[in-house]
């Protein structure tokens, strides 16, 4: 198995070792600490165990977690997390890849609902989708530290922020134009964009074959529902099933990845 993957499942056998406000303290700090998407995931995982090592080891001495690490952890976790170093290229991939080929799906799939229904697809609409996957990965970090029993005022700081841009994009998104496509046009469309991620997939299995070869498969089933759905004419019901099965793929492979890859594991 991965080392990674096996030094995050270490970790979280170490936080279960815990017990009491020792291990709400250290879910607390890990779950902090991880939220640092910028940084490198292996350093984030060897942080992570020499806190939870000493944590274990002072419980067991019944020394609290407060008492040893600190009653203000986030301060404490931010001068660790300085130390580290940045995360690879191939790890930002891994981040990213999966939601930018899940809202893929998302959109192919609200096509086809869409002129299922006998409406026309705003192709605006899609788009929003990947303004709000970019926002989110854009936005989260402001959010890290809510859990903290001390919020600062740095953190409540962070909160507004992100807030404001939420509801600041959120409003310009029903400023953009309506731009509906009919079906053959959404045919189109469709046959293009489940063919430039067969391929983008298909180049990227060659090196990351446990990030990418899941996603061909559920392009290749998907998109193959979806251009016969389009091509041989949308029932209302037909329509549903396609779309929910090009929902179910892409959530599958999130899920899959997520727990088999635990989104830091070596991507061979």
């Not at 409003?171 to 731009?179: A, N, R, S």
Request: neutral net charge; hydrophobic residues 55%; proline residues 3%.
């Amino acid at each position: 198995m991965n080392k990674q993957l096996d030094l995050v499942k270490s970790n979280d056998r170490r936080v279960e070792a815990l017990h009491g406000l020792d291990r709400m303290y250290a879910q607390t700090l890990v779950t902090y600490i991880r939220a640092h998407w910028h940084k490198d995931r292996e350093a984030i995982e060897d942080a992570i165990q020499d806190i939870l090592i000493d944590l274990v080891t002072a419980q067991a001495e019944g020394i609290a977690a407060k008492a040893y690490f600190g009653t203000d952890p986030q301060t404490a976790a931010d001068e660790i997390v300085r130390e580290l170093p940045a995360a690879a290229p191939a790890q930002w991939l891994m981040r990213l890849w999966p939601g930018v080929n899940g809202m893929g799906l998302l959109s192919l799939g609200g096509v086809v609902l869409t002129l299922g229904l006998g409406e026309a697809f705003d192709l605006m609409d899609a788009a929003s989708w990947f303004i709000f996957l970019v926002l989110f990965m854009l936005v989260a970090p402001l959010f890290r530290g809510l859990d903290f029993n001390r919020l600062k005022r740095r953190t409540v700081w962070r909160f507004a922020l992100g807030l404001v841009v939420v509801i600041a994009v959120y409003v310009g998104v029903f400023w953009l134009p309506d731009i509906p496509i009919t079906a053959p046009v959404a045919q189109r469309i469709a046959g293009g964009l489940v063919g430039v991620f067969v391929v983008a997939n298909g180049g990227l299995a060659v090196k990351f074959r446990r990030l990418a070869v899941p996603w061909v498969l559920a392009w290749a089933v998907g998109g193959a529902l979806a251009m016969l759905a389009l091509g041989l004419g949308l029932t209302l019901w037909a329509s549903f099933g396609v779309a929910l099965a090009l929902f179910g793929c892409g959530l599958g492979v999130e899920l899959y990845q997520v727990s088999h890859l635990h989104v830091v594991a070596q991507m061979g």
